[in-house]
């Protein structure tokens, strides 16, 4: 029995607009963000097993479209080993207003913070936006991404602590 369409029409109405930023923090272009979120549905819609709603189905939509983003990134890496398409990843640059001002506002700080978890190697930057965005747990992480709840610990940590040390040369507070 796959997911019922008006389950996931239910889904998309109320954690659409989530999902679909999570897309973006993944993927680098609004192009690759937009397949990435169309694909997280047609795979929802492919699955077997009903989505409890008393589970955080918002977490659970992530993970599905984690796991897409993973497998498209080894196919690309697979790739480019073979017949390279391009020299070097083109990375959209996140960091956002420019306000003139000597003042931090909240809005520089919340894009110099996305733009150094974009810097993140992806094995680093998925499970930080699971855990912070997607509100899973540790455990919920590595069921999702099918690797040890240590590894979810060791990867946050060490995210953490380059995120602590970009924002130190960044000029933030010290820790």
């Known amino acids: 029995m796959a997911i019922d369409p008006v389950m996931a029409e239910e889904l998309a109405t109320t954690y659409g607009a989530a999902l679909y930023g999570f897309c973006r923090k993944l993927a680098f272009t609004r192009q690759d963000a937009d ?4 694909q ?3 795979r929802l819609l492919a699955m077997p097993a009903r989505v409890d709603l008393n589970d955080n189905p918002r977490g659970f939509l992530m993970a599905i479209a984690a796991r897409i983003w993973a497998d498209e990134r080894r196919k690309y890496a697979r790739r480019e080993r073979i017949a390279p398409i391009h020299p070097g990843w083109d990375v959209e640059t996140v960091a956002g207003a420019d306000t003139g001002g000597g003042q931090l506002t909240q809005q520089e700080l919340q894009a110099d913070v996305q733009a150094a978890v974009n810097q993140l190697a992806d094995s680093l930057r998925v499970p930080v936006l699971l855990y912070y965005m997607g509100d ?3 455990a ?3 069921s999702e991404l099918h690797i040890p709840a240590g590894t979810v610990k060791r990867r946050l940590f060490q995210a953490r602590q380059l995120l602590r040390q970009e924002m130190e040369a960044n000029g933030y507070g010290e820790a």
Request: proline fraction near 0%.
């Open 35 to 38: 397949d990435l979120y169309q």
């Open 40 to 42: 997280t549905f047609l």
């Open 136 to 138: 899973l747990s540790i």
């Open 140 to 142: 919920e992480i590595a």
